[in-house]
Nanobody
Framework: QVQLVESGGGLAQEGDSLRLSCVVT????????LGWFRQAPGKEREFVAA????????GYAESVKGRFIVSRDNTKNSVYLQMNSLRTQDMAVYYCAATRETYDRYSYNYDYWGQGTQVTVAS
């Protein structure tokens, strides 16, 4: 029932910025914690960032801390991932996901997933 659609991926140069967006439909947006995950070829899907339902509580993977910012707009049913100082190591398919939990960093606790958006970082 709940659907998530990511957008904003593309080609970036190392050091550039990119902003990903995810629109959530079919559910009560402000009841979900939201997360961003990524998966590079041949690697496991990994946690990137998450944001709680309220109060602006966020969490980040150590690899992106200080460079990425996750935010949400409950009036627009959207969650965003601002990616700054991109590195080649950030190249992956990025997925947004929704959990019935207030906040979570583990993929197995997420209930709904988008199809992903490709982020390519050139060196």
């Amino acid at each position: 029932q709940v659907q998530l659609v990511e957008s904003g991926g593309g080609l970036a140069q190392e050091g550039d910025s990119l902003r990903l967006s995810c629109v959530v439909t079919g559910g009560t947006f402000d009841k979900y914690g939201l997360g961003w995950f990524r998966q590079a070829p041949g690697k496991e899907r990994e946690f990137v960032a998450a944001i709680a339902v309220r109060h602006g509580i966020t969490g980040y993977a150590e690899s992106v801390k200080g460079r990425f910012i996750v935010s949400r707009d409950n009036t627009k049913n959207s969650v965003y991932l601002q990616m700054n100082s991109l590195r080649t190591q950030d190249m992956a398919v990025y997925y947004c996901a929704a959990t019935r939990e207030t906040y979570d960093r583990y993929s197995y606790n997420y209930d709904y997933w988008g199809q992903g958006t490709q982020v390519t970082v050139a060196s």
